[in-house]
């Protein structure tokens, strides 16, 4: 019983460093959304002061590798404290 209590506890800290990760992930994520929409905004008065300005393709191509990276960044950071918690539970 004692040992299955201990157990849950160390799914608890697993699970609450997980959670912390993702926050920390949501608000990297909001701060890039702003920065994206500055860009946007900029590159929008920009195009209208001068026709022809900016590649929609590569602000695109930039925006996917800059997301890509995120996510791996995430994958990263759990797959961190999965190895954790399995060598936390063999030391046990």
């Known amino acids: 019983m004692l040992s299955r209590l201990q ?8 699970l609450l460093r997980v ?30 002061a001068a026709p022809g300005g900016g590649d929609p393709q590569q602000i695109l191509g930039q925006m996917d590798n800059e997301a890509a990276i995120n996510q791996t960044e995430l994958q990263l950071s759990i797959r961190d404290y999965e190895e ?5 539970e063999s030391d046990s």
């Open 19 to 48: 959670k912390a990760a993702l926050h920390e992930q949501l608000t990297r994520l909001k701060v890039e959304e702003l920065a994206l929409q500055s860009m946007i905004r900029s590159r929008d008065e920009d195009v209208a």
């Open 84 to 88: 954790v918690e399995e060598e936390e």
């Open 7 to 14: 157990e849950l506890r160390r799914e608890e800290e697993t």
